[in-house]
C-alpha cells in the first residue's frame, strides 16, 4: 500500500561498530544498530552515553573514527542530508532574524524551492496557530513557541529519516499531544523515526524498537515487546472472589506470593512463579483454591528494565580488583 | 540554487539591512571628514587669540623711529603685534604683567651682537610658534645686521639677491624612457590611503565574520545548519557574506562622498562656476594628451602658484598607473580580507563568548599591527629592506605592498607577493574549515592555541 508496508523488514539505517575518540575519552565503543525503515527507534541511555555523538554521526556532523553508518546500505553521504530531518536536544535559531524568513532559510538549506518550502510553511502554521509569528524575530517569542518553530522546520521537508533529541522537553502537556501526534501521524506516512529521550513513558508509547547505549556501549537492543518478555519475571497478577486465607495456604511451594490486598474490585493477589514455566500449573492450582477474575502476566516497564540494566551494567563495571 | 548561495545571500541581506549598517553608510565619510577638518578647525581656532608682545630693546638695533614714535623692526604677523616701550625698566613689569594684557615681554639685551640671546618673559608658557617665528625673525635681523656692519658697497641688493627658496620637483624615467613629473606626497597619500583601507576592512569586517560564528555557537542553531550544509561552506559563505557587506558599505561611502564634496562645493563655492583647478582636473582625468592645453595662465582669483599646485598633484596622480594601482588595491583587499577571516573564523569557533576572544585574537591582530608600522616607515622610503620583505610576507604583505605600489614595484615581486597570499589563504583556509568544524560543536572547553593542534588532528 505504502513504502513503509512495502520495505518492512528492510533497515533505513546501519551501524556497525561505531567508534568515536575525544582526546582521550571514548564517546562510542563499538556500537551497532539497525532501525528498520518505518519503525520508531528509542535511543536510550543515561546522560553523557554518547547519545548525541551517534545521533551526530548519523547526521554527518561529525565523522566515525572506526565503523560505518549506511543508509538504505549504502554508505551514508552529503546525497543523503536532505532526507535527514534532525531536532537537536539543543535547540537554537537567529534570534535576530523573523521567523518566517527564518523558517524559509532551513529550508532552503535542506532543498525546498522558496515556493514549496512557503507552501508548505503556511500549512503548518496554521496547524499550529502560529501564523501570527512570521514576522515576530525570534527573541520575541518564548522558548515553548521557539520550539515548535523549530519542529516545523525539521520536518518542512517530509524527510525519510527523522531524529528527535530530546523533542518533548520544554512544552506543556497539551503540545507534547500535539507532537506525538504528528510524530505517529509521520510514521504512518512511511517516515523512520529515531528519538533520543529520557521519558520512559514516551518510549512505551510510540517505540517500536530500541536501543540502550551507557558508558559509550551498547548494553540492550531489540523490539519493545520482547525485551519486556525477556525481562519479565514471571510474576502474574490475579483478582478473585473467595477467601483469602484459602489462596494463602493452598499455594503451591513452587509460587511465591509476593502481595496480597483487597481493592474495589475485591482482592487481588501477586505471584510470581519461582520456577519452571508453570503458568498452566498456577491457573491449575489457584482454580482449586480461588475463582479467577482475572488473570494477567505484569511485565516490567521499561523505567524498570532501564534502572535495572545500567546498575547491573555499572556493577559489572566497578567490580573491586 | 546551491546551498553557498544560500548562505551568502542570508549573511549578507541580514547584515545590509541592519540599522548600524546603514548608519554607518551614511555617517562614514561624515566621520572621515570630520577626522580631517576638526583639526583643521582647531589649528585655525589657536592662531585667531591677538597676541601682543611687549619689546624692551635696550640694544636699539631693533627700534626705528617713525612720525608714530618707536616702532620694532621685525613686522608682526595677522594674529602677533609687537610694541616697543622706551624708558621702562623691566621691573615696572613684573608686577601685574597678567593683568597688563600683554601676552609676553621681549627683552633684547644691549649686548645682543655678542651674546646672541635674549628673553621672554611671560606668565604663561609662550608657544612653540611665537618663540620660534621671534627667533627665525631676529636671527635673520641679526644677520642683515652683521653683514652690514662689513660696509660692503651694494650690501642690500646682494643681499636680496642671495635669499633663494629652492623648489624640488621629482621626476621619474620610465623604462621606456619617458618622464613623469612626481608629487612624492601625492603619490604616498594614495598609497598610505589603500593600505589605511585595506587595515581599516580587514579588521572590521574580519571582526565581523567572528562575531558571526560565535552567534550560530552561542544561539546553538550551528548543529542545525551543519546536519544540512558541510561545516566549510558555512565557514565559506560567512566569510564571502560579509565581505560582500564590506564592499557595499564601501561603495555606499564613495557615493555619499562624491554626493557630500559636490554638496559641499555648491554651498561654499557656488559662485565660481567652474574654477580653473576643474579645468584642469577635467583636462587631465578625460584627455590624457590634453594636458598641455590646461591654460598656462589662471585668471583672477587663482594665481599661477596655486595653478602650477593644482597642476603638479593631478600630473602625480596620473603618474601612477590607475589600472594597476585599482587592480592592486582589488586584489590585496580581498584576498587580504579572506586571508584573515579565516583566522577570525577559527577563533570564533573556539570559544563560547565574546569575552574570551580577547587572548586569542591577539596573534592574529598582531601581524595586521605591524604591517601598518611597516607601511608607514614605507612612506619615507618605499623600497627599503623592511617593506621590501614585508610586502612579500602574506601576513603584511595587502597593507604594505599598497603603499609601494604607487612608488613603482618590480613585476616579480608583486607577482611573488600575489602568489604567497594566495598560497597563504588557500592553506589558512584548509587548516580553519579542519580547526573551524571540531570547533564550533565544542562547548565549554578551554580556548587555546594547543587545543587547535588536538583538534586539527580529529578526522572529519
Redesign the interface.
Known amino acids: 500500500m505504502n513504502r513503509a508496508y512495502e520495505l518492512s523488514g528492510a533497515n533505513l539505517i546501519t551501524a556497525h561498530d561505531v567508534v568515536k575518540d575525544f582526546?582521550g575519552h571514548r564517546a562510542l565503543n563499538n556500537v551497532s544498530l539497525k532501525v528498520p525503515e518505518g519503525s520508531i527507534y528509542g535511543l536510550l541511555g543515561p546522560n553523557g552515553a554518547g547519545k548525541t555523538t551517534l545521533l551526530?554521526i548519523i547526521?554527518?556532523?561529525?565523522?566515525p573514527?572506526h565503523g560505518s553508518v549506511l543508509f538504505e546500505g549504502n554508505p551514508i553521504g552529503?546525497e543523503h542530508?536532505?532526507m535527514?530531518g534532525?531536532l537537536?536536544e539543543?535547540?537554537?535559531?537567529?534570534?535576530?532574524?523573523k521567523v518566517g524568513e527564518q523558517a524559509l532559510?532551513?529550508a532552503?538549506?535542506?532543498g525546498l524551492s522558496k515556493q514549496e518550502a512557503m507552501k508548505r510553511l503556511k500549512v503548518w502554521f496554521k496547524k499550529f496557530e502560529i501564523g501570527a509569528w512570521w514576522d515576530k524575530k525570534v527573541e520575541e517569542l518564548s522558548k515553548g513557541m521557539a520550539q515548535k518553530v523549530?519542529f516545523i522546520?525539521?520536518v518542512l521537508h517530509e524527510p525519510r529519516l527523522l531524529i528527535f533529541d530530546e523533542p518533548f522537553s520544554g512544552f506543556d502537556p497539551i503540545n507534547v499531544n500535539l507532537l506525538k501526534h504528528e510524530i505517529l501521524q509521520m510514521k504512518e506516512q512511511g517516515a523512520t523515526i529515531i528519538f533520543s529521550t529520557h521519558n520512559m513513558e514516551s518510549v512505551e508509547e510510540l517505540c517500536d524498537h530500541i536501543t540502550l547505549i551507557n558508558k559509550s556501549e551498547t548494553i540492550l537492543e531489540g523490539e519493545i515487546s520482547e525485551i519486556r518478555e525477556k525481562y519479565s519475571t514471571d510474576t502474574y497478577s490475579v483478582h478473585f472472589t473467595g477467601d483469602k486465607n484459602k489462596l494463602t495456604n493452598g499455594l503451591d511451594s513452587r509460587f511465591e506470593l509476593v502481595q496480597l490486598e483487597e481493592n474495589g474490585y475485591g482482592p487481588q493477589a501477586t505471584i510470581r512463579i519461582k520456577e519452571g514455566d508453570g503458568t498452566g500449573d498456577l491457573i491449575r492450582n489457584l482454580v482449586e483454591v480461588t475463582e479467577i477474575r482475572s488473570f494477567k502476566e505484569i511485565l516490567p516497564s521499561m523505567n524498570d528494565i532501564f534502572i535495572q540494566v545500567v546498575n547491573d551494567a555499572s556493577q559489572k563495571n566497578d567490580l573491586p580488583t | 540554487m546551491s546551498k553557498i548561495t544560500l548562505i551568502i545571500k542570508r549573511e549578507y541581506l541580514t547584515r545590509i539591512r541592519k540599522k548600524s549598517f546603514i548608519i554607518m553608510s551614511v555617517l562614514g565619510p561624515f566621520i572621515f571628514a570630520a577626522y580631517i577638518i576638526i583639526p583643521m578647525y582647531f589649528a585655525t581656532l589657536e592662531d585667531k587669540d591677538e597676541k601682543m608682545v611687549v619689546v624692551i630693546d635696550d640694544s636699539k638695533l631693533f627700534t626705528e623711529y617713525g612720525p608714530e614714535g618707536p616702532a620694532f623692526v621685525i613686522p608682526g604677523t595677522e594674529f602677533l603685534k609687537f610694541q616697543v616701550v622706551e624708558g621702562v625698566p623691566l621691573e615696572t613689569f613684573k608686577l601685574g604683567f597678567e593683568e597688563s594684557g600683554y601676552y609676553a615681554l621681549l627683552f633684547i639685551p644691549s649686548n645682543i651682537l655678542a651674546s646672541e640671546s635674549s628673553l621672554i618673559y611671560s606668565t604663561n608658557q609662550t608657544s612653540v610658534e611665537v618663540t620660534g617665528y621671534i627667533r627665525r625673525t631676529m636671527e635673520s635681523e641679526i644677520e642683515h645686521l652683521k653683514l652690514a656692519s662689513h660696509d660692503i658697497e651694494g650690501i642690500e641688493k646682494i643681499i636680496a639677491e642671495v635669499e633663494t627658496s629652492i623648489n624640488v620637483t621629482n621626476i621619474k624615467w620610465t623604462r621606456d624612457g619617458e618622464t613623469k613629473q612626481t608629487n612624492t606626497g601625492v603619490v604616498m597619500g594614495v598609497g598610505y590611503l589603500g593600505g589605511m583601507l585595506i587595515f581599516f576592512f580587514v579588521f572590521f569586517f574580519g571582526s565581523q565574520v567572528m562575531r558571526g560564528v560565535i552567534e550560530e555557537k552561542v544561539s546553538r542553531i550551528i548543529e542545525v545548519i551543519i546536519s544540512s550544509v558541510k561545516p566549510f561552506q558555512l565557514m565559506m559563505g560567512k566569510i564571502i557574506g560579509v565581505g560582500l557587506t564590506g564592499l557595499t558599505q564601501f561603495v555606499v561611502w564613495i557615493f555619499f562622498s562624491a554626493l557630500l564634496i559636490t554638496g559641499l562645493k555648491t554651498a561654499f563655492f557656488s559662485e565660481l562656476n567652474q574654477t580653473p583647478t576643474e579645468q584642469v582636473v577635467a583636462s587631465n582625468l578625460f584627455d590624457q594628451d590634453a594636458s598641455s592645453a590646461a591654460p598656462e595662465t589662471g585668471p583672477e582669483g587663482l594665481n599661477n602658484e596655486d595653478l602650477d599646485k593644482a597642476q603638479e598633484i593631478f600630473t602625480s596622480l596620473k603618474s601612477i598607473n590607475a589600472g594597476v594601482m585599482i587592480g592592486a588595491f582589488l586584489f590585496y583587499f580581498i584576498f587580504g580580507y579572506l586571508l584573515y577571516a579565516a583566522m577570525f573564523a577559527v577563533i570564533g569557533s573556539m570559544v563560547d563568548n565574546e569575552t574570551d576572544t580577547q587572548q586569542l585574537i591577539l596573534p592574529v591582530i598582531l601581524p595586521l599591527i605591524l604591517g601598518l608600522y611597516v607601511m608607514i616607515n614605507a612612506i619615507n622610503n618605499p623600497d627599503g629592506a623592511l617593506p621590501f620583505w614585508f610586502s612579500l610576507i602574506p601576513f603584511t604583505s595587502p597593507v604594505v605592498m599598497m603603499v609601494r605600489i604607487p612608488f613603482g614595484v618590480p613585476w616579480w615581486q608583486v607577482a611573488v607577493s600575489g602568489s604567497l597570499l594566495v598560497g597563504t589563504f588557500l592553506g589558512m583556509t584548509w587548516v580553519a574549515s579542519k580547526v573551524y568544524r571540531t570547533g564550533i560543536l565544542m562547548y565549554g572547553k578551554k580556548s587555546s592555541y594547543k587545543e587547535i593542534w588536538k583538534w586539527l588532528r580529529y578526522s572529519s
Open positions: 582526546s551526530r547526521n554527518q556532523i561529525t565523522a573514527d552529503p542530508r536532505s535527514i534532525y537537536p539543543e535547540r537554537g535559531l537567529y534570534k535576530k532574524m532559510y532551513l532552503q538549506l535542506k523549530q522546520t525539521t
